[in-house]
């Protein structure tokens, strides 16, 4: 009986997408020690930040353990309460006493000494919910009254997200909405036309911002203006670091403080100024083979609601990467978006080792009924 039970356990193991573990590791480890010399731990001997980062990396591990042992299936049929608390955990924040400022946005709550971003958990649980409801309705995607309802039931989220204010996050969201749409089967002819009406409402919505966000639009059009401190620090750093970089905690603009937000949103400006071209290609690779990774699992997965899950999952790591990378390098906008599992921030690093544990759990499902090769 032992021996059986040993073997089950072994072949479970086996099944694991051994493959999307090691990207992660590498990508996280990796990104590490480009935060030890970001927090100066090197200079101050404080290391407070790097075992945080550890500690969450470990709760995170245990968070991916227990979503690999429930079915996904299961926990999307509560798509219901997971609308509900998702809504609710966003509304949480606007409430006076609650909700904490940073960054010019009210999306944190304040524990002890933990700072939780709300929204990040949500993207997690909202990935769930509307890829449900997608696949209860897959086969009229593309009738205008369905699409009507999808949008609708996705709307309270985007608008809670831009009264934060947090225009990151909500363009996040609208991708995610975007990539499960589009892997439903949505018309082309109608993601064509809802990326031109996106176009048109954009200088409505320029007037709808807030101010530090208006300035930052203004900033992107105009790279060379002194407002413009945070894009223009992070490309000197790039620049001086050349093609193979000043060297680990050699980074002038980095160890001496011209770099702002170092250790999470240009993070990647100091992997350049301190690895060079050649350490920003190192990770861009890895966040390539990751994408990859997620496209092939979803291609494969038994259900559509599966394929969707990881749809919505591979859009959000997908804008998060361009637009940190983008702007650290002056191509996209500041929004506030951090770089996955590299920068600095136990909400951030959670929702995405979470969002691979739901990956793996579908993968794995997939593998028990001998569909994986």
């Known amino acids: 009986m032992k021996k059986l039970e040993y073997r ?12 999307l573990i090691s990207i992660v590791l590498v990508i996280f480890f990796s990104g590490l020690i480009v935060l030890s010399s970001a927090t100066h731990a090197n200079l101050t001997g404080n290391f407070t930040q790097i075992y945080k980062q550890l500690l969450a990396f470990v709760m995170g591990t245990l968070i991916i353990a227990v979503f690999m042992m429930i079915d996904y299936n299961s926990i999307g049929k509560h798509y219901k309460e997971l609308y509900v608390i998702s809504l609710a955990l966003l509304v949480l924040v606007l409430i006076p006493g609650i909700g ?46 369905t699409l009507f309802l999808l949008v609708v039931y996705a709307f309270p989220f985007i608008g809670l997200l831009l009264s934060q204010p947090d225009l990151g996050t909500a363009i996040v969201f609208s991708v995610m909405i975007f990539f499960m749409l589009y892997a439903a089967g949505l018309n082309n002819k109608i993601l064509r036309n809802v990326v031109i009406v996106m176009v048109i409402l954009a200088p409505i919505m ?117 637009q940190n990378i983008g702007m650290t390098v002056g191509l996209m906008p500041v929004t506030g978006v951090t770089l996955p599992f590299v920068s600095y921030g136990g909400s951030s690093l959670l929702t995405s080792m979470a969002n691979i544990g739901i990956v793996l759990n579908i993968c794995l499902r997939r593998k028990r009924m001998g569909l994986y090769s």
């Open 8 to 19: 089950k356990k072994l072949k479970i193991l086996r099944n694991i997408d051994w493959k």
């Open 100 to 145: 904490d400022v940073q960054f010019g946005a009210r999306s944190w709550i304040r524990i002890g000494s933990f700072n939780l971003q709300t929204s990040e958990i949500v993207k997690t649980t909202f990935i769930l919910s509307y890829a449900y409801i997608i696949d209860k309705n897959k086969k009229n995607i593309n009738d205008l009254k």
């Open 206 to 322: 320029y007037f709808l911002m807030a101010p530090h966000q208006r300035i930052r639009i203004v900033n992107f059009f105009n790279p060379e203006a002194m407002s413009n401190y945070q894009v223009l620090q992070s490309m000197i750093a790039i620049g001086s670091g050349g093609i193979f970089g000043k060297g680990l905690y050699n980074g002038s603009q980095n160890q001496e403080s011209f770099l702002p937000v170092r250790d999470s949103d240009f993070i990647f400006a100091v992997v350049g100024e301190e690895f060079g071209l050649i350490g920003m290609l190192f990770f861009i690779v890895l966040f390539v083979l990751l994408i990859t990774r997620l496209l092939m699992i979803a291609k494969k997965s038994k259900n559509t609601y599966g394929s969707l899950v990881i749809a919505g999952i591979t859009g959000m790591f997908t804008y998060q990467i361009i």
